[in-house]
């Protein structure tokens, strides 16, 4: 389902390129949980930033079902991203202005044709145990409620991918367990293909497969 190939990725910066990935190979087949840990630095996020297509890597590919991600235009690489690959970044990214449900909502709202936006997003955050917060803004959220928006939003286009940032960096540790077991609980239910970063080696080890990153390479 995802095959990476000779990935590279360099930053210019004012003292020379930072090479952040330096040829990756990388398989992962359809519905496995895949953890990815390294020590800071290690180019795990530049890794998922050009698997969910929103970093050009600077040599390779990624290919996704199938499609090779990075050759298409703009527009439907913006498509294929809204549709197959969702994302949990590291901090919540909701939009402030918005309530639970339409932040859930939003990637069907901007695709568009989703009669059923709202009613998919309802049913999605009641799920996810957030059903007395559906029309509660970010702010009015604690840390983990709003993440586990931040998966709703996520998962509400059905991605066959879902990437996940270190979901959990800035929550106390029982919310961190909560919040991966939901993930964990996700990817069993739905078949998700899920491929997660995280600092927490005991978390890690739950996965079907941890692969290590160090200096922009993985190590055996
Ligand atoms: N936009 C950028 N410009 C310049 N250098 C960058 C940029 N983004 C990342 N880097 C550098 O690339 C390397 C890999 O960074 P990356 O964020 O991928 O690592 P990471 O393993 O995700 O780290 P962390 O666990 O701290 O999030 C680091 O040396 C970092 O300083």
């Given at each position: 389902m995802l095959a990476c190939r000779a990935l590279e990725k360099s930053y210019a910066t004012d003292r020379g390129p930072v090479h952040a990935m330096r040829g990756v190979d990388l398989d992962v087949a359809a519905g496995r949980y895949t953890t990815i840990?390294?020590?800071?630095?290690?180019?795990?996020?530049?890794l998922l930033a050009m698997i969910g297509g929103l970093s050009r890597p600077s040599a390779g590919r990624v290919v996704i079902e199938g499609v090779d991600i990075w050759a298409l235009g703009r527009r439907d690489l913006a498509r294929f991203r809204n549709r197959r690959v969702g994302h949990v970044f590291q901090f919540a990214?909701?939009?402030?202005?918005?309530?639970?449900?339409?932040?859930?909502?939003?990637?069907?709202?901007?695709?568009?044709?989703?009669?059923?936006?709202?009613?998919?997003?309802?049913?999605?955050?009641?799920?996810?145990?957030?059903?007395?917060?559906?029309?509660?803004?970010?702010?009015?959220?604690?840390?983990?409620?709003?993440?586990?928006?931040?998966?709703?939003?996520?998962?509400?286009?059905?991605?066959?991918?879902?990437?996940a940032d270190e979901p959990t960096a800035d929550l106390d540790e029982q919310t961190e367990r909560e919040i991966i077991a939901l993930l964990g609980r996700v990817h069993r239910e739905r078949g998700t293909t899920l491929l997660l970063v995280t600092h927490n080696l005991a978390l890690a080890a739950q996965a079907d497969e941890v692969i290590h990153i160090a200096d922009g390479m993985i190590v055996p």
């Open positions: 840990i390294g020590r800071s630095g290690s180019g795990k996020s530049s990214s909701l939009l402030p202005t918005l309530r639970a449900l339409d932040n859930a909502a939003l990637p069907l709202l901007l695709d568009g044709g989703h009669a059923d936006a709202y009613d998919r997003a309802t049913a999605l955050l009641e799920e996810l145990g957030l059903g007395a917060h559906l029309d509660a803004f970010p702010s009015e959220m604690s840390a983990g409620e709003q993440r586990r928006v931040a998966i709703a939003r996520a998962l509400i286009g059905e991605p066959a991918l879902l990437l």
